[in-house]
């Protein structure tokens, strides 16, 4: 099989050799969040996080507030589907199907993603007992156990490439879990963290950045040695605030990287002798236009929030727009309504799953307490003033 270099379709721009701090934020307009509306009619994650994380309201310990969580029935339905070795359904990145039982095949990535979400502490039994085997996925194990739904079998076999390139996925997304859980001090974290943040930064300054694509046969893919982000590794760095603070120049280039538009080839890398579907790389701004937002809500307030989690927010006009453009789709009341039609959002967006929908009921006012929730929460991120309503 023969290949050769290909012009880039979008080269990202190139780095300036001295670093260039960004201006300070103008001033935002406040945002008028609905929290009394939002208690009347939200789940019990939304209300516990939109009083706690957008309102700022203090829960104290064993007070009605912080226990409200632990109180929700699908969060317990959840804890409930864990195995005794921490881990749900032997998988680490399965999502349940679009039509059968809300938490049927999840992973365990997923899983306590989701509870997580839910508002449960890192110290909550099935987080707790969920960290040792992410804590294990952290170093390098060839353990094949440790592959869980991705090991070979008599009919899947893989070569020594593609278990690499499995291993570090792996390795990525339980540093995302981990890190959202509230582990970003613990040296095996920031550990994994730092190889992880090496490996991407060698990438987007080399070469190799601005002319990812070879040409395989009469189609563009991935190279081998690329290396760009994932969405795990972007997940875990918006989780990890103080180690952004230490890696300031691998930031700005993967502010560079994400601002760039998305190439149009498919996403597929060649990987020893074959190529794979690689979604999970990042390649752009996976949120170019209105367009994308309509096409998708919940996954554009999950890339809305990443960026603001990772201080790249107010940096963008671009995406401060679209976040307005939320805003802006609001009532007197500060409660969100769709753009066009009346029907919940949905996605099919499987890195969504983890944090949409939190609401139980998918009927009246409530169908609109996930999106109202999230727009404040990106606002409190991205450190516009909030007005309690």
């Known amino acids: 099989m023969s290949y050769m270099l290909s012009d880039p379709v979008h080269p990202i721009p190139p780095a300036p050799s001295v670093p260039i701090y960004p201006a300070a934020p103008a001033p935002l307009t406040a945002l008028e969040f609905p929290l009394g509306w939002l208690l009347d009619h939200g789940s019990a994650p939304i209300q516990y996080r939109s009083a706690v994380e ?123 879990a981990l890190a959202q859980a509230g582990f970003e001090a613990d040296p095996r974290l920031r550990g994994a963290a730092n190889r992880i943040v090496e490996r991407i930064h060698e990438f987007l300054k080399s070469p190799l950045a601005a002319k990812p694509w070879i040409r395989v046969g009469n189609k563009q893919v991935l190279a081998p040695e690329a290396t760009p982000p994932s969405i795990y590794a972007l997940h875990m760095l918006a989780h990890m605030p103080l180690f952004r603070n230490e890696h300031y120049e691998a930031m700005e280039a993967l502010y560079r990287w994400l601002s760039h538009p998305l190439p149009r080839q498919d996403q597929v890398q060649l990987v020893g002798r074959r190529m794979h579907p690689v979604p999970h790389f990042v390649l752009g701004d996976r949120l170019p236009h209105r367009n994308a937002v309509e096409d998708d809500v919940p996954a554009a307030l999950a890339w809305l929030e990443l960026i603001a989690r990772l201080g790249f927010l107010r940096r963008s006009e671009h995406w401060l727009k679209l976040h307005e453009r939320f805003i802006d789709d609001c009532d007197r009341e500060g409660v969100w309504h769709p753009h066009k039609g009346m029907a919940m959002p949905r996605s099919a967006n499987a890195w969504c799953w983890a944090h949409y929908p939190l609401e139980s009921s998918h009927a009246g006012d409530e169908r609109w307490t996930d999106v109202t929730f999230r727009v404040g929460l990106i606002a409190r991120l991205s450190g516009r003033p909030i007005n309690l309503r």
Do not use: C, I
Request: net charge neutral; aromatic share 8%.
């Open 54 to 176: 957008v309102g700022r309201l203090h829960a104290g310990p064993e007070t009605a507030l912080s226990n409200l969580p632990y109180t929700f029935a699908p969060a317990l339905r959840l804890a409930l589907g864990q195995a005794a070795d921490g881990v749900w359904n032997n998988a680490m990145l399965t999502v349940p199907p679009q039509r059968g039982d809300e938490f049927e095949h999840v992973g365990t990535v997923h899983a306590v993603r989701r509870l997580v979400e839910y508002g449960w502490a890192k110290d909550s039994p099935p987080v707790y007992q969920a960290r040792r085997v992410l804590f294990r996925l952290l170093a390098d194990d060839n353990d094949p156990a440790l592959l869980f739904e991705f090991a070979p079998s008599p009919t899947k076999k893989l070569e020594p490439e593609s278990l690499m390139a499995v291993r570090q996925v792996l390795r990525e997304a339980a540093a995302a």
